[in-house]
């Protein structure tokens, strides 16, 4: 056990790991070529308490510190299926943390309490087809008109987008630029929305990740959370929690690969040796370790300073997190991949679907190149 995990912390993970492996595993493969996953799953979640692990008790959450979402986040890994592990991650830790930052009582009983119970499923809506990492430029309106705003435009790349029930999603109320910029609660059952089409993706294929419409939504003005034009700084505050989530559950997924590569290595003979024995293989997974352990560390450090809940996050740390964890994952996903040979090109293998499911990590919610001009920034490089 870490030192940083209290057997409370260890308690919460046998519980997760028990759910993961006995109602999320065995499904991985049919939840891929189905291209969905049960809605009976977010409602377990919330029967279970993962998503409410660090909101506020009095909306059904249970307050805790970042140490357990860093668990949650760690034994998803153990699903063997990304879409699945980003869809529950989004309802968690992605969509509600904002509402539960800066949401009303009306709005956090009207959405955050039967989003952290799993009977209503959340999006976080930022994306559009000219705005993806500059978010500054987003282009969706939302025009005031008496006691309601009135919401135009298009969102993309938006995961659990296509059966959602309501959006965190970000308008434009204001002018050019940031301060523009508000953040507002969409059912998803007004007039006006619909889900265009659902994205057919490389990887992460059970999540539904949609490219959304709205055509004069009209939604009333007390579903702006926090202040008008005042969303921007929120939008970049809740990313460095997202990165952080990314991060942590990038470094279980290595960590399940690389432990599942070595049980095939010492069963798997060529040339009459195991595999494992050619000195080839176990340098590259001496290598992989040993980055591995640092990723951990660096993200361990990055969950550390986040938990001090001071109002400058570890912005810096948390990039370096997500871009160590997220490029290296790329390597050991391929090495993994090599390693099976032929059995590491179907489908029926994990590593397979590993493989394409990690590439949409050095993407999603800030690319490796976003990452790297954030840290540029705090070295005032």
């Known amino acids: 056990m870490d030192e940083r995990f209290t057997p409370e912390h260890e308690a919460f993970r046998r519980t997760v790991r028990q759910f993961v492996e006995k109602e999320l595993a065995p499904h991985a493969l049919e939840w891929d070529q189905a ?7 977010f409602r377990r979640c919330g ?35 990304g879409g699945v592990a980003m869809s529950l991650l989004v309802q968690g830790q992605m969509a509600t943390p904002v509402i539960n930052e800066l949401g009303t009582d009306e709005q956090k ?10 009977e209503r499923i959340a999006a976080l809506a930022m994306s559009e087809p000219d705005a993806g990492s500059d978010l500054a430029r987003l282009r969706t309106t939302a025009r005031r008109d008496g006691d309601d705003y009135v ?72 579903y702006v959370l926090g202040r008008e034009n005042d969303g921007f700084f929120h939008i970049m505050n809740s990313f460095h929690a997202e990165r952080l989530v990314t991060a942590l559950y990038t470094v279980a997924v290595m960590e399940g ?6 049980r095939y290595g010492r069963e798997r003979k060529a040339f009459g040796q195991r595999l494992i024995d050619f000195q080839v293989w176990r340098h590259t997974f001496v290598d992989h370790h040993t980055r591995l352990e640092a990723a951990r560390q660096l993200t361990y450090h990055a969950v550390q300073l986040f938990n001090r809940k001071r109002k400058q996050k570890p912005v810096k740390e948390i990039a370096m997190a997500k871009l160590l964890t997220t490029e290296l994952a790329q390597r050991v996903a391929y090495d993994c991949q090599q390693f099976y040979g032929g059995m590491g ?35 005032a490089l």
């Open 35 to 41: 291209g969905e996953f049960p809605r009976e799953v």
């Open 47 to 81: 029967e279970l308490g993962f998503f409410g692990i660090s909101h506020d008790p009095a909306y059904g959450g249970s307050g805790l510190d970042a140490w357990y979402v860093a668990v949650f986040a760690e034994e998803l890994a153990r699903a063997q299926n």
């Open 109 to 118: 009983r009207e959405f955050l309490a039967p989003a952290l119970t799993g």
């Open 151 to 222: 919401i135009h435009g298009a969102k993309t790349w938006i995961s659990n987008g296509a059966r959602a029930d309501f959006l965190v999603l970000a308008v434009r109320t204001g002018g050019e630029g940031a301060p523009g910029i508000s953040l507002v609660t969409l059912p998803t059952d007004v007039k006006g929305f619909a889900v265009s089409k659902r994205l057919q993706k490389v990887g992460h294929r059970s999540s539904d990740m949609a490219i959304l419409y709205f055509e004069d939504c009209r939604i009333p003005a007390r």
């Open 257 to 262: 690969l690389l432990r599942e590569a070595l």
């Open 345 to 379: 090109y179907v489908e029926e293998s994990h590593v397979a679907r590993a493989w394409r499911d990690v590439r949409m990590l050095t993407i999603g919610g800030g690319t490796s190149e976003v990452m790297k001009e954030i840290i540029a920034g705090t070295l």
